[in-house]
């Protein structure tokens, strides 16, 4: 459903695969259904994240994928 409201606000499909990307990411590491996820296990994972990513923090800060999907 958030996939689809997307599309219809006007994002692009490249904007569109961006975010199925990050947040299929996100929930398989997780492992756990979208409404029991908590702040700090999202926190967790973008710290793991950037550790194995070897990501800085701007390239975490522009995950704007996950905020979005949670708080719209």
């Given at each position: 459903m958030f996939l689809t409201a997307k599309h219809l606000e006007g994002c692009s499909d490249k904007t569109i695969r961006y975010y199925r990307c990050n947040i299929e990411k996100m929930l398989d590491t997780i492992n756990i259904p979208v409404i029991k996820i908590t702040t700090e296990m999202l926190r967790k994972y973008l710290?793991?994240?950037?550790?194995?990513?070897?990501?800085?923090?701007?390239?975490?800060?522009?995950?704007?994928?996950?905020?979005?999907?949670?708080?719209?």
């Open positions: 710290v793991e994240y950037q550790t194995i990513n070897n990501c800085g923090k701007v390239t975490i800060d522009n995950s704007r994928s996950l905020s979005t999907f949670f708080c719209g």
